[in-house]
């Protein structure tokens, strides 16, 4: 259990989306809808930390009635709602983009560059939809990625070799390459398959509620963060208040002060929230 009085601090909540907040259905929890409402009467302030692209946050922004920045991409991006006002974004240098794209194709696995406004993808890598996770994002067939490198947040490879993509990862790594962060792990939608994301070193969630916080002139021991997937790792080494939905795989539950008793498809989110408003009351 989470000390009262380290609750009562908590200033700012920090949601991932699918596997946490969102339900299998991509539904947000009705309880959770009524405890953001309550607390924010009570000063707490609320935003995302997801793999999507800003524009996939914009909905449930809105049915939670958030107003805070949304970090997207992982951290690569954060701009405000509804306003869209880029407040950080970690742009990729071009020499690394085009590196990873040559290991990409000699390796013949599936690639696309996320930008913030889309996900652009050639002819050869059409299937990219469908095998990466990137849940809601606007999808851009281009006939080459000549003009977009210069503006690349993050590029995603994936393939159903484990080989190939552990190989790239080794290639884009210390001392093979310097200024890169890469993040591997297996794809949550598609069983069997492998991802491997690129950005610019130093980009990551932690990096995005870092930043987010020192907007809002906010302490990181005033955050609490809520994950369940190994993408949401680098939340789970900060000082935030780190809460673990029950279907959270073992890292995180491993590394969390606090495991709910439900699942992202029994509003596990609002377990904790209920928990926050209870020290908030008190």
Same mark, same amino acid.
């Given at each position: 259990?989470?000390p009262?009085e380290?609750?009562k601090?908590?200033?700012?909540?920090?949601?991932?989306?699918d596997g946490?907040?969102?339900d299998d259905?991509g539904?947000?929890?009705?309880?959770t809808?009524?405890l953001?409402?309550?607390?924010?009467?009570?000063?707490?302030?609320?935003?995302?930390?997801?793999?999507?692209l800003?524009?996939?946050?914009t909905?449930?922004?809105a049915?939670?009635k958030?107003?805070?920045?949304?970090?997207?991409?992982?951290?690569?991006?954060i701009?405000?709602y509804?306003?869209?006002?880029?407040?950080?974004?970690?742009?990729?240098?071009?020499?690394?983009?085009?590196?990873?794209?040559?290991?990409?194709?000699?390796?013949l696995v599936?690639f696309?560059?996320?930008?913030a406004?889309?996900?652009y993808f050639?002819?050869?890598n059409s299937?990219?939809?469908?095998?990466? %996770?990137?849940? +809601?994002a606007k999808y851009?067939?281009?006939?080459? #990625?000549?003009?977009? *490198? $210069?503006?690349?947040?993050?590029?995603?490879?994936?393939?159903e070799?484990?080989?190939y993509?552990?190989?790239?990862?080794?290639?884009?790594?210390?001392?093979?390459?310097?200024?890169?962060?890469?993040?591997y792990?297996?794809?949550?939608?598609?069983?069997?398959?492998?991802?491997?994301?690129i950005?610019?070193?130093?980009s990551?969630?932690?990096?995005?509620?870092?930043?987010l916080?020192?907007?809002?002139?906010?302490?990181i021991?005033?955050?609490a963060?809520i994950?369940?997937?190994?993408?949401?790792?680098?939340l789970?080494?900060?000082?935030a208040?780190k809460?673990?939905v029950?279907?959270?795989?073992?890292?995180?539950k491993?590394?969390?002060?606090?495991?709910?008793?439900r699942?992202? %498809?029994?509003? +596990?989110?609002?377990?904790?929230?209920?928990?926050? #408003?209870k020290?908030k *009351? $008190?």
């Amino acid at each position: 259990m989470i000390p009262k009085e380290r609750l009562k601090q908590v200033k700012l909540v920090i949601f991932d989306l699918d596997g946490t907040l969102l339900d299998d259905k991509g539904e947000i929890g009705r309880d959770t809808v009524d405890l953001v409402k309550k607390l924010d009467n009570y000063g707490v302030q609320f935003s995302f930390a997801s793999g999507r692209l800003h524009s996939a946050l914009t909905d449930y922004a809105a049915q939670l009635k958030i107003h805070t920045p949304l970090i997207s991409l992982d951290g690569c991006l954060i701009q405000s709602y509804p306003a869209g006002t880029t407040i950080y974004q970690s742009v990729m240098p071009v020499k690394h983009v085009l590196k990873t794209i040559a290991l990409a194709e000699k390796f013949l696995v599936k690639f696309a560059l996320c930008h913030a406004d889309a996900i652009y993808f050639t002819e050869h890598n059409s299937l990219i939809a469908d095998l990466i %996770d990137k849940f +809601g994002a606007k999808y851009e067939e281009v006939h080459s #990625y000549t003009n977009l *490198v $210069d503006k690349t947040l993050e590029i995603v490879l994936v393939s159903e070799f484990k080989d190939y993509i552990k190989e790239i990862e080794k290639r884009l790594s210390f001392p093979y390459s310097l200024g890169l962060t890469t993040t591997y792990s297996k794809s949550y939608q598609n069983p069997g398959m492998y991802l491997l994301e690129i950005r610019k070193h130093g980009s990551s969630k932690a990096t995005g509620l870092k930043k987010l916080a020192s907007h809002l002139k906010i302490g990181i021991s005033e955050t609490a963060v809520i994950g369940d997937w190994y993408n949401d790792k680098s939340l789970f080494d900060t000082k935030a208040v780190k809460v673990a939905v029950a279907n959270a795989v073992p890292e995180i539950k491993f590394l969390s002060d606090y495991v709910t008793q439900r699942s992202n %498809d029994e509003d +596990g989110v609002a377990e904790f929230l209920e928990m926050l #408003y209870k020290a908030k *009351v $008190d």
